[in-house]
Structures are given as structure tokens and as C-alpha cells.
């Protein structure tokens, strides 16, 4: 298939016009100008950009990914492939040891079929003090003989894990999943900025969404974000959503680690696209409102409502795009940010950019950054 649009963000370039040559699925050139054969598809306004890496999300589209229920699974991955996410991990919430292991040979299972590309385990093994949206009653401490029975099960599909690095027996927990070939992720974590680099330096490399539901950076005690923006073997999530995070923030932090260093998640739950209501989040029970989830209960923000091509967007106005121009250097960065660099924190050299080898996974974009069609590979 020869697919050919106004715009092609390839890498570290934008080609206007481009074209995008994939064969069985994979790309097999890329090129500026007229394509070599006439397009099986062309979009003469459109922007082509790599389809979305999302690594921190629990659902959307009234299904949810937290029970590992295949139906529901499926549900949301594509409720989540229509707004341009063709590459997502499913992240769990804090269960039970025997919930838990449940849940990760369902997605095990979903995983070995494609309809996930990995599991994210956001918990349990966080802190109570910053818990968010995670059920306090079932956190606990890490301990290698619960660990080492979820990697058993796993069977190679856990791809992150998010640990607060303070707890009794997380130094040996991170060893453990850095052995295995886990991305260890500092989340949900009332560590100081030491016992943050402590965890850096065994091995964490992601910040999981910086500043929410972490110790605040103040001017004696700097904590984790601090820490996390400090190292550059760490990439920062960010919750781009306007709602988690003040725009000035996201940009501060976006100039502060380099654009290399973010990539951009939706943390969205089972309510992503659906209207304001009662939702559920594992076992809490969620409101949302105005388009805002929060724990019905505490009033604590319960992950995100929006989707990745709507993140894609906001970012872009916050770099100075205009609605009706995006200059290259803004397009590269929204890229790199929602694909590419995911794609390199998970080891993923098959997706992440339209570039000869990869995957043909590519996202349109209409001249206002809206989902004009979307081609996956899978």
C-alpha cells in the first residue's frame, strides 16, 4: 500500500508533501514529493504521524482493561485504535495477591493474541500516603516470593511496573524486575529525593505520571519529581490533559528535561469518551463530572478521560502551533512525545516512527490535529 498526504512527520523530518510505501504491514520507504506509484489512499490536507504508543492506560470507551476480562479488553484497545493508539499497555490497579495473579494470566493471555502489547502493574506495591485511585486496603510491600510468582505467571508480558521505592523490600523488588527485563517506573511514592535516585540508579528509567500522586517538589526536600527530572535515564510521563497538570507545568517540564525525555500518556479509565457518570476503577467507585473522574469517596482524581490524539493536540497549541499551521519542530516534538519515545523506553524498535523496518502504523490527522483515519499493522 502506497498512502500519501500533505504532511508525513518521518523522524526528525516533516516531508511536504509525503508518501509512505509499507509492505505486508511494515514500511518499506518512505519518500518526499510524488510517491513512485500512484497512492492507494491520498490525503492531500492530512498529516501523517506514527500511530500512538500509549504505556499508561486502564481503559476507555465504557470497557475497562483492569479486570483483564478479553471482552472488555478488546473493547477498549479499539475504542482506543479509533482515536490513533495503535500500540497499548494495559495497565492493571492494585488487587489482591490472589486478584492479581488472575488478572495477569487473563492479560498474559491477550498479550500472547496482540490485542495488548504488555502489562502495566501500577500497583500494588505503592504507597498508601499517595495512593490516588488505588484501593489502600490491598497495598502492600513488595516481596520477592509474591514478585517471583507473578513473573511465573506472566510468562515474559509484564513490560512495567510502577513501585514507590520508600517501601520495606522495594530496593530488592526493583533488582528483581530489572533482572527479568521490566521497565521499572517511580510512582504513587512518598520517597525522598535520595531514595529516588537510589531506585535510578538500580535501574528505574520512568517517572510514572510526574508530580501526580508523588511527594511535592519543595525548596528542602526536592522528592521524586525532582530526582526523576534530574537523571537523563529517566523518562517522565506526563498527563497532558489540562486537567492533571497545568499547561505552564508541561511545558516548564518539557524545556527542563528536553523533549527526548517525555512521553505523553492518558492514564485513561473506563469513561474516556463516554458522558459525565457513575464508573467504577477497579473496586472504587468513580464520579465524573465536567469530564473529570474522581474517586467518588475522596474526591481524588481516578486517571484520565481523554485520548492520545486529543493530548496529541493540546501539546501542539502549547508548543505556539496555531490551529490552522503547525510548524515541523512542533509536529516533531508531538510525535516524539506520543510514539517515539514510548516506543524506545519499552524497547520497541518495530513502532515509534514512520521509518523504513517499522511497523506501518499510521495515524492521519485532519489540518486541526482531528482523527482522520487511522492504519495498523495488526
Known amino acids: 500500500m502506497i498512502i500519501s498526504a500533505g504532511a508525513v512527520v518521518a523522524g526528525d523530518r516533516v516531508l511536504r508533501p509525503g508518501w509512505i510505501h509499507s509492505v505486508d504491514g511494515v514500511i518499506a520507504d518512505v519518500g518526499d514529493g510524488a510517491p513512485p506509484h500512484p497512492a492507494d489512499r491520498d490525503f492531500p490536507g492530512g498529516i501523517a504521524v506514527p500511530g500512538f504508543v500509549d504505556m499508561h ?11 483483564g476480562v478479553a471482552d472488555d479488553v478488546r473493547a477498549a484497545a479499539d475504542f482506543h485504535r479509533r482515536h490513533g493508539t495503535t500500540t497499548t499497555i494495559t495497565s492493571t490497579v492494585s488487587a489482591s495477591p490472589e486478584d492479581l495473579l488472575v488478572i495477569v494470566e487473563r492479560l498474559r493471555d491477550l498479550v500472547r493474541r496482540g490485542v495488548s502489547a504488555g502489562i502495566h502493574l501500577e500497583g500494588p506495591w505503592i504507597s498508601r500516603v499517595r495512593c490516588g485511585a488505588h484501593d489502600p486496603d490491598v497495598l502492600r510491600n513488595p516481596a520477592l516470593d509474591e514478585i517471583d510468582q507473578v513473573l511465573t505467571v506472566a510468562d515474559g508480558t509484564v513490560a512495567m511496573v510502577t513501585i514507590a521505592p520508600e517501601l520495606p523490600g522495594a530496593p530488592a523488588a526493583i533488582d528483581r524486575f530489572v533482572d527479568a527485563g521490566v521497565v521499572v517506573a517511580v510512582g504513587h511514592t512518598d520517597a525522598t529525593y535520595e531514595q529516588v535516585r537510589d531506585a535510578v540508579d538500580r535501574g528505574a528509567r520512568v517517572a510514572t505520571h510526574l508530580f501526580n500522586a508523588m511527594a511535592p517538589l519543595t525548596h528542602r526536600e526536592p522528592g521524586p519529581p525532582l530526582a526523576l527530572m534530574d537523571d537523563d535515564r529517566v523518562v517522565v510521563e506526563m498527563i497532558g490533559d489540562g486537567v492533571h497538570l497545568h499547561p505552564a507545568l508541561v511545558r516548564d517540564v518539557q524545556r527542563a528535561v528536553g523533549i527526548d525525555r517525555v512521553a505523553l500518556v492518558t492514564d485513561a479509565m473506563v469513561a474516556a469518551g463516554m458522558a459525565n457518570g457513575e ?55 508531538c510525535a516524539a512525545m506520543t510514539s517515539g519515545n514510548p516506543a524506545r523506553v519499552l524497547g520497541r524498535a518495530d513502532i515509534g516512527s514512520i521509518a523504513v523496518g517499522r511497523r506501518a502504523d499510521v495515524v492521519i490527522l485532519d489540518a486541526d490535529l482531528t482523527v482522520a483515519e487511522v492504519f495498523s499493522s495488526h
Not at 57 to 67: E, F, K, P, Q, R
Not at 303 to 310: I, N, Q, S
Open 279 to 333: 464508573y467504577m476503577l477497579g473496586s472504587l467507585a468513580v464520579t465524573v463530572s465536567d469530564g473529570v473522574a474522581r474517586v467518588t469517596d475522596t474526591g481524588a482524581i481516578a486517571g484520565g478521560t481523554a485520548t492520545m490524539d486529543r493530548l496529541f493536540a493540546r501539546t501542539a497549541a502549547g508548543l505556539r502551533g496555531r490551529a490552522d499551521h503547525y510548524p515541523d519542530e512542533v509536529l516533531i516534538a
Open 57 to 67: 492506560v486502564h481503559g476507555g470507551g465504557g470497557a475497562s482493561y483492569t479486570d
